[in-house]
C-alpha cells in the first residue's frame, strides 16, 4: 500500500539551529501534503498545507518565517523549523494525499524535535 | 473556524467492556475520518463515512456518521487492551482536501 517517508524520526539540537524535516510519498504523487504539530497527550494540529510547485498554505497563528515549507517535486515536501527554540520542540507529522487510491491522506511516522 | 470536539478525553476501562466515544462539531463536514495513535507514531486510518446516518463496522468498532453530518460515535464492544491508544476524529470540508483533527479520546484498557 501507499507508504509515507518522513525522516529523520528524530532529532536533538541546540537552541538557535535550523532543522529539516523531510516528506516523502514513496509509490504515489502528491500534490499536496500537509504538515501537522502535535504536543504531548494532544491532537494533531493542521500548520500548513504544502502545494507541489506553489507557497504553502499556512493555518492562522503559524509563523510563516518561523516554519519554511518546500514543495519542489511531486513525491517530496521539506519543512524547516528555522532558529529553533525550546518552545518548539514537539512532534511533527506529515500526510499525504492519494488522489489515486482508496485512502484521501497517508501519514509518515513522524518527527520528534528537541529543542535544548 | 472548524472545531471538532471530543468526548470524554480520557478513558480507563477493565477489558470485555463497552465504550463509546463522541465526536461533535456545529460546521458539517463532507467526510468525516477516524483514527488511531500509537506514542511516536503517526495516527491509523480507521474508517471514512461520507453519507449522513451511515454506519460502518470493523470487526468490534462500529462507526456511526450523524444525519446532518455534524457529528460522528465510535462504539468499541468487549474492549481488549489492545485497543488502549488515542483515537483521534477528523473532518475534511467540502471543496477542501485538508482535514481537521478532532480535541482525542485516550483509552487504556485494563487487562
Known amino acids: 500500500g501507499a507508504v509515507v517517508s518522513q525522516h529523520p524520526s528524530w532529532v536533538i539540537c541546540k537552541s538557535g539551529t535550523s532543522v529539516k524535516i523531510e516528506c516523502r510519498s514513496l509509490?504515489?504523487?502528491?500534490?499536496?501534503m500537509f504538515w501537522y504539530r502535535q504536543f504531548p497527550k494532544q491532537s494533531l494540529m493542521l500548520m500548513a498545507t504544502s502545494n507541489e510547485g506553489s507557497k504553502a498554505t499556512y493555518e492562522q497563528g503559524v509563523e510563516k518565517d518561523k516554519f519554511l515549507i518546500n514543495h519542489a517535486s511531486l513525491t517530496l515536501s521539506t519543512l524547516t523549523v528555522t532558529s529553533a527554540h525550546p518552545e518548539d520542540s514537539s512532534f511533527y507529522i506529515c500526510?499525504?494525499?492519494?488522489?489515486?487510491?482508496?485512502?484521501?491522506?497517508?501519514f509518515g511516522d513522524g518527527t520528534r524535535l528537541s529543542i535544548l | 473556524t472548524q472545531l471538532l470536539e471530543q468526548s470524554p478525553q480520557f478513558l480507563s476501562i477493565q477489558e470485555g467492556e463497552n465504550l463509546t466515544v463522541y465526536c461533535n462539531s456545529s460546521s458539517v463536514f463532507s467526510s468525516l475520518q477516524w483514527y488511531r495513535q500509537e506514542p511516536g507514531e503517526g495516527p491509523v486510518l480507521l474508517v471514512t463515512v461520507v453519507t449522513g446516518g451511515e454506519v460502518k463496522k470493523l470487526k468490534r468498532l462500529t462507526f456511526q456518521f450523524g444525519d446532518a453530518r455534524k457529528d460522528s460515535s465510535l462504539h468499541i464492544t468487549a474492549a481488549q487492551p489492545g485497543d488502549t491508544g488515542l483515537y483521534l476524529c477528523?473532518?475534511?470540508?467540502?471543496?477542501?482536501?485538508?482535514?481537521?483533527f478532532g480535541t482525542g479520546t485516550r483509552l487504556k484498557v485494563l487487562a
Open positions: 477528523a473532518g475534511g470540508g467540502s471543496g477542501t482536501y485538508k482535514y481537521i
Open positions: 509509490d504515489f504523487q502528491a500534490t499536496t
Open positions: 500526510s499525504a494525499r492519494d488522489t489515486q487510491g482508496h485512502q484521501p491522506q497517508h
